[in-house]
């Protein structure tokens, strides 16, 4: 995965709701359009961890705005699964103020399961003594 129009040709493979589709083109334009970059072949892995401070700052006067576009990024990385750099904007994801976004997250996990379940079970054991009872009920 080299960059985020990885992800989303990966994302697209996987064949999502003809909603999530539209949802997740806007959010790549939106991140994009706050990053400065002219397409998503040029938000390469060291951008990355960017995406979800790009998301709230494009969003800035509505969270609940915010929350949906890290949703449909959490559920793309969820679905390829957190590798080939994509693990830290995971993890950012996982620890948003937001717990029912962070619940999503980790339960995004499930689709990539059945192929990368030693990566799964990484995050099923940390979380499933986790502080947040959302956290540990996912399970």
Request: hydrophobic letters at 30%; a negative charge.
């Amino acid at each position: 995965m080299q960059n985020l129009q990885d992800l989303y040709d990966y994302y697209i493979s996987t064949k999502p709701s003809r909603g999530k589709l539209k949802s997740a083109s806007s959010m790549l334009i939106r991140v994009c359009k706050v990053l400065n970059f002219t397409s998503p072949e040029e938000l390469t892995s060291e951008y990355f961890s960017e995406i979800p401070a790009a998301i709230d700052k494009f969003y800035k006067s509505s969270e609940n705005l915010a929350i949906q576009d890290k949703s449909v990024l959490a559920e793309m990385i969820g679905r390829y699964g957190p590798k080939d750099g994509w693990e830290k904007t995971f993890n950012i994801l996982l620890t948003d103020k937001d717990s029912n976004l962070s619940q999503f997250t980790l339960h995004s996990l499930e689709y990539s399961g059945h192929e990368n379940y030693p990566i799964t079970i990484s995050y099923i054991e940390k979380y499933m003594h986790h502080h947040d009872r959302l956290m540990t009920t996912m399970f």
